[in-house]
């Protein structure tokens, strides 16, 4: 029986962020697929004040490190890869992350085959100051370096991990991240009601409230457009209430609706009755915001950054980052359907989790 171990998520199921989110979906789908693998999460949070339970196949186990603020993430991988010598005794680590990648070296010391997904360049997140950016940047070295093999999660992370490091390409592959939303209903739920809001009366934005997302751009873009027949629902959270969050909820009125993290069935609801879906991050991994609206065929409006030209949108789908009053002409246009990507959506329709999953299995077997 094939003893995986998975370190640098928060936890599953119903965390906020894009790492939570893969492996919520990831793991229980490898177990679907595949009931001979033993897979525990090392997770940092506790679940519903659980710190050791099983979801849908998938032992999770959440080990508390030092608390220290910008330190955590690495504090937990070293604890947790001493944890799994001691306790899992897996064959595979799995480490999620260029902050866990940190770690691959002693991973492979410790006796463990590695994988490291790497989901973005974290250290171009402006919440890093120097010696933060530092650490993050030998973390992917250390990556590249050690890692027995390297999942990018988009081309175009690929592509800057080629750019910076012409040696040792042969370990690194692709698998994007499908997103789907295909397998929830979203049937009569009470969201629309709860939130105040109309099917067709509004335009979502989806994803974790950190500068790089781009919402105050799409805030300012949204009061100074003539759309005064929609509100605006964005769609997350942050795990701390920092001075960026304060700045953009304190814009929330009767138009302006933050609807905290919403999952599964009610996300769902909010997709699919949207008039349009607008992401106007600075940077991304893989954008699994984009993933899912094309999934439920939604209009689509993004900033022009690569890894949102890799689902190849409509070219009047994009704008340029940061420009305000580009995206707000954009939502000046009298109808939506203006921004439908049929074409990205065939494509969506094609990167499903059970491909992803089947590009996960094969990888891993290869190392086993």
Partial sequence: MPKVCVIGTRGIPCF???????????????????????????????????????????????????????????????????????????????????????????????GFKTIVTHHSPDYKRPKWRWHGKFIL???ELATVLFAHRIICVSQSVLDEVNEKYFFLKRKRTVIRNAGSLINYRSAHSKILSELGIRANQYILAVGRLDKTKGFDDLIAAFNMSNVEH??????????????????????????????????????????????????????????????EALSVGIPIVASDIAPHKEFELNKTSYFERGDVYGLAAKLNVKDYLFYKNTYAETLQQQNT????????????????
């Avoid at 069935?265 to 879906?277: I, M």
């Avoid at 989790?353 to 996960?360: D, F, G, R, S, Y």
């Fill in 230 to 291: 929609l509100k605006l629902v964005i769609v997350g959270s942050n795990y701390v209430e920092d001075e960026y969050v304060k700045s953009l909820t304190k814009h929330a009125c009767e138009r302006i609706v933050f609807a905290g993290t919403r999952v599964d069935d009610e996300l769902t609801e909010l997709y699919k009755n949207a008039s349009l879906l607008v992401n106007p991050s600075y940077m991304e991994g893989f954008c699994l915001v984009l993933a």
């Fill in 16 to 110: 906020v962020g894009g790492i939570e989110t893969i492996c919520e979906h990831l793991y229980p789908g490898i177990m679907k697929a595949r009931s001979d693998f033993d897979i525990t999460i090392l997770s940092r949070i506790t679940y519903q004040g659980k710190t050791e339970y099983e979801y849908n196949g998938v032992k999770v186990k959440a080990l508390k490190a030092v608390n220290i603020s910008g330190l955590e993430t690495f504090i937990h991988t070293l604890f947790a890869l001493i944890y799994a010598r001691l306790f899992v005794h897996p064959e595979l680590v799995h480490l999620h992350g260029i902050g866990p990648g940190f770690f691959s070296p002693v991973s492979r010391l410790l």
């Fill in 353 to 368: 989790w059970e491909v992803n999953i089947q590009k996960h299995i094969e990888l891993f077997e290869s190392l086993l």
């Fill in 137 to 139: 940047k030998l973390g």
